[in-house]
């Protein structure tokens, strides 16, 4: 009802105020997912794909891809374009989230996670942020969904205090349950570690 209070208010940045210390700000890690499980592709497993197959299935079923995204996500572009000094630069899929008010950007790879892949992504965040967020837009975040991530590479990569460029590692199959255990399994070690 902020909406509502805030035309039928006389004192609007009370009611503005009053918002900001009632709804939280939604955190950015909290909205990206670790891993995505997308067994609506129907793609088999150990199957080769091309990045370009995974991103043509991803739009082919994208209102399953927004559902498991979760919320307030929308789709905004395909292989954005932009260019830099001459050079073209291409991203995956950009979406737009209404909740957490800012770009969300997605780069597909299908192999092992590279400090590269990372890098790019840093540079695509650095763009949309000096040269797209609109006013009231909070900064961009990146995501690069690969096949298998390797958090070591994510540590080192990235700044500690990152918040905007994330890595997570996407099934195009439901896990078996010896996989998510074995995963689990995984995230505990590397939390004590």
Do not use: W
Not at 25 to 47: C, G, N, R, S, W
């Amino acid at each position: 009802m902020y909406y509502q209070r805030l035309l039928a208010s006389r004192d609007k940045e009370s009611v503005a105020a009053e918002i900001q210390t009632t709804e939280p700000k939604p955190e950015y890690e909290k909205a990206v997912k670790d891993p995505y499980v997308m067994e609506f592709l129907q793609i088999k497993p150990d199957t080769h794909v091309y990045e370009s197959d995974i991103e043509q299935a991803l739009l082919d079923h994208l209102q399953e891809f927004l559902l498991e995204l979760g919320r307030g996500f929308s789709f905004v572009a395909r292989q954005k374009r932009f260019t830099i000094d001459g050079q073209d630069f291409f991203i995956d899929l950009v979406f737009y989230n209404y909740i957490l008010k800012c770009f969300v950007l997605f780069d597909l790879k299908t192999g092992t996670l590279t400090h590269q892949d990372l890098g790019q992504m840093q540079m695509y965040v650095n763009y949309y942020t000096r040269e797209l967020m609109n006013e009231g837009d909070k900064p961009p975040i990146g995501i690069v969904l690969c096949a298998e991530k390797n958090d070591a590479v994510v540590k080192y990569t990235l700044p500690e205090d990152n918040d905007q460029i994330f890595a997570s590692k996407y099934y195009t199959y439901l896990p078996t349950e010896e996989e998510l255990k074995r995963e689990l399994r995984l995230d505990e070690f590397q939390k004590l570690g």
